[in-house]
């Protein structure tokens, strides 16, 4: 996709499809994005006196002012003032974004961006796709998506998605803390109906060289009965998550910096309904694990980013404690984004995967 923005005219976008191999799973793919100095600001929010920099509508930091397409961003403070544990719960009360589930905590869910298919639907978290490479058409599982220690959300929706790939109709950009100086940690217990409880710990720790911070996460709840039909058993649906975050970042020289991040996630779900109409001991393990290791390069003119990143999902669904069927798969991506603002009153953005 090429987007063009003059100052003083309407922006224009021109999609490009470019040619795709698909052997096991393998896609490329490639954008160019001109962004240029003018009065656009076309965005769902009154501009702030604080200069507030947008880094999902073109994959590199732009003030609000530049940004051109339809955004809301959140940061930690609103997410906090929500106070719901999962991520899509905060999500499906922002402009043009909907969800819908099957029951209680950890149900099969979808989020939709102005009525997309859910499949299309891209989420990221610290540059990582946690899309599910073994579920159909490599969605995201959004029930998994936890809210704690998320310092900032941005949301994309409308055809700009597609600098993303062919399978983002939206864009949910999830970004979690790291902290510029000294030791932070934390520790978070919660507990409310249907037995649920959230136990939360994090240490992170800043300097001028580098900075990493660890994030770990378990809910519990034991469910209640979702299944109308279910009025013999008339079992609860429990669910538990177990999430860990490792994010770090390095800088190995003026403009040079390292970035490593690593996500794992281990979750079971109760339901009912599995293949036999009568059968409501029904259970679906997952676990998800995703690595990224990336280099950027910044200069005075040009910025250059080159990552690696593997996905790896596994999925076994039970019956009466049975074993029935099991899914894996495995991504793995390579990706390289370019920025530079040689040319006047212009920048411009170019990057492949």
């Known amino acids: 996709m090429i987007m063009i923005c003059m100052p003083d005219t309407d922006c224009r976008h021109i999609i490009v499809r470019p040619g795709s191999i698909h052997r096991n799973i393998l896609a490329t793919g490639i954008a160019l994005v001109l962004l240029t100095e003018g009065p656009l600001a076309y965005t769902q929010e009154s501009a702030s006196p604080v200069e507030e920099v947008i880094v999902v509508a073109s994959q590199v930091p732009l003030t609000r002012e530049r940004v051109t397409s339809a955004v809301t961003a959140l940061d930690e403070a609103a997410l906090q003032g929500y106070g719901n544990q999962g991520l899509m719960e905060i999500l499906r009360q922002q402009p043009s974004v909907s969800l819908s589930r099957n029951g209680g905590p950890g149900q099969t869910a979808t989020l939709r961006i102005r009525g997309e298919e859910g499949y299309r639907t891209l989420t990221l978290i610290d540059g990582i796709r946690v899309s599910d490479p073994g579920s159909t058409q490599i ?117 040079v910096q390292v970035d490593f991040v690593h996500r794992k996630t281990s979750a079971a779900t109760e339901y009912d309904g599995c293949f036999l109409a009568s059968t409501s001991d029904c259970r679906t393990d997952y676990s998800l694990q995703a690595t990224r290791a990336g280099l950027v390069y910044e200069g005075a003119q040009s910025r250059h980013s080159f990552a690696i990143s593997r996905t790896a999902s596994d999925r076994d669904f039970f019956t009466q404690g049975t074993l029935g069927f099991a899914t894996e798969g495995t991504l793995g991506r390579a990706e390289y984004l370019g920025s530079t603002n040689q040319f006047a009153g212009m920048t411009l953005v170019f990057g492949g995967d």
């Open 139 to 255: 969605a995201t599982l959004p029930e998994h998506l936890l809210s704690q220690g998320v310092s900032r959300v941005e949301i994309m929706r409308g055809p700009q998605g597609l600098s993303y790939g062919a399978d983002a109709g939206g864009v949910v950009m999830v970004q979690t803390l790291l902290p510029a100086t000294g030791w932070q940690s934390a520790l978070d217990i919660q507990t409310g109906r249907f037995g649920s409880q959230q136990y939360a710990a994090s240490v992170a720790t800043g300097g001028e060289q580098g900075a990493i911070a660890v994030q770990l996460t378990q809910l519990t709840s034991d469910g209640f009965n979702a299944r109308s039909s279910d009025v013999l058993v008339q079992d609860d649906d429990g669910y538990r998550n177990f999430s860990g975050h490792l994010k770090a970042r390095y800088q190995l020289s003026d403009a």
